[in-house]
T-cell receptor
Framework: DIVMTQSPLHLPVTPGEPASISCRSS???????????LDWYLQKPGQSPQLLIY???NRASGVPDRFSGSGSGTDFTLKISRVEAEDVGVYYCMQALQTPLTFGGGTKVEIK | QVHLQESGPGLVKPSETLSLTCTVS??????????WSWIRQSPGEGLQWIGFIFYSGNTYYNPSLKSRLFISVDRSKNQFSLQLSSVTAADTAVYYC???FGSGSYYSFDPWGQGILVTVSS
């Protein structure tokens, strides 16, 4: 199975400031089609996870443009350009390259 | 707007079979555009993909659960179901049903149901 490792585990943030979360995979997630098979999900407090970013860098429908995904191979980053209070929650990366699909352990973002 | 709703017992005894159903509204399981997944979340294991099914009945299971797992679809009711046998306390989790986009070998989960907590205890 592909192992997904996120850092940091906890990320205190200041509203209006940028934030960054790292995700590393145990194998390259670059598909022969040229896409990185890596998604990001956000689980807000008391809610189910929701898709934020798919194929490494594509925002899902309705996701604000302050969220961006980047990276390739085994190293990926989710960036929030200016954090808002509604962005708190746990962020997960997930590899979508091969079954079993596997998730990172999560990064909890909270307001300082 | 598509909506998924899990239903089933919230308490299952050890060694028995966990059975859950997901009712889909706002989309047709038979449209052929999506797969339909089960994912669970527990404090100890985090998020774990269980498996998914296509409307035709084709299934893909997590190998770690495959020997105990059965996912089925009821096209007439626009539902899909999960059965996990011989459960233990390690199967205690929130279970989500999720619409799954699939293209080639790429899969993505959107949206998720609200989740149902299933506790395995005597």
């Amino acid at each position: 199975d592909i192992v997904m490792t996120q850092s940091p585990l906890h990320l205190p943030v200041t509203p209006g400031e940028p934030a960054s979360i790292s995700c590393r995979s145990s194998e390259s997630l670059l598909h022969v089609r040229g896409f990185s098979y890596l998604d990001w999900y956000l689980q807000k407090p008391g809610q189910s996870p929701q898709l934020l970013i798919y194929l490494g860098s594509n925002r899902a429908s309705g996701v604000p443009d302050r969220f961006s995904g980047s990276g390739s191979g085994t190293d990926f980053t989710l960036k929030i350009s200016r954090v808002e209070a509604e962005d708190v929650g746990v962020y997960y990366c997930m590899q979508a390259l091969q079954t079993p699909l596997t998730f990172g352990g999560g990064t909890k973002v909270e307001i300082k | 707007q598509v909506h998924l709703q899990e239903s089933g017992p919230g308490l299952v005894k050890p060694s028995e079979t966990l059975s859950l159903t997901c009712t889909v509204s706002g989309d047709s399981i038979t449209s052929g555009d999506y797969y339909w997944s089960w994912i669970r979340q527990s404090p100890g294991e985090g998020l774990q993909w269980i498996g998914f099914i296509f409307y035709s009945g084709n299934t893909y299971y997590n190998p770690s659960l495959k020997s105990r797992l059965f996912i089925s679809v009821d096209r007439s009711k626009n539902q899909f179901s999960l059965q996990l046998s011989s459960v233990t306390a390690a199967d205690t989790a929130v279970y989500y049903c999720v619409r799954t986009f699939g293209s080639g070998s790429y899969y993505s989960f959107d949206p998720w149901g609200q989740g149902i907590l299933v506790t395995v205890s005597s």
